[in-house]
């Protein structure tokens, strides 16, 4: 499985939403709050290029934020991209 990062602040709602659909596909991923750390927001604006949240990568490669990430989910290419093998994700509601 691929390792996946996620740059976050504690009061986002998009930041909440892409941490659920990685639990639901049951992946494990490194969390950085930078709520209150701008040496970590800071990391995060320099590998990504920019200023919001959340930031995800994968594999070391930039996905990009919450709509990225569920875009990739609904065009069927995130399971690919978390290395994850056929029907391992749970349907939505």
């Known amino acids: ?13 998009y930041c909440h939403r892409a941490k659920e659909l990685l639990q639901i596909k049951g992946v494990d ?7 209150d750390d701008p040496e970590k927001e800071r990391e995060m604006r320099e ?5 919001t949240v959340p930031e995800i990568f994968i594999a070391g490669r930039l996905v990009g ?4 990430l569920f875009e990739s989910d609904e065009q069927g290419d995130l399971d690919e991209l978390l ?3 056929a029907g391992r994700s749970k349907p939505r509601d």
């Open 1 to 13: 499985m691929a390792e996946v990062e996620i740059y976050t602040k504690s009061y986002c709602p």
């Open 47 to 51: 590998r990504s290029g920019r200023k």
């Open 65 to 68: 934020g919450c709509s990225e």
């Open 83 to 85: 290395g994850l093998g």
């Open 29 to 35: 991923f490194t969390e950085y709050d930078v709520t």
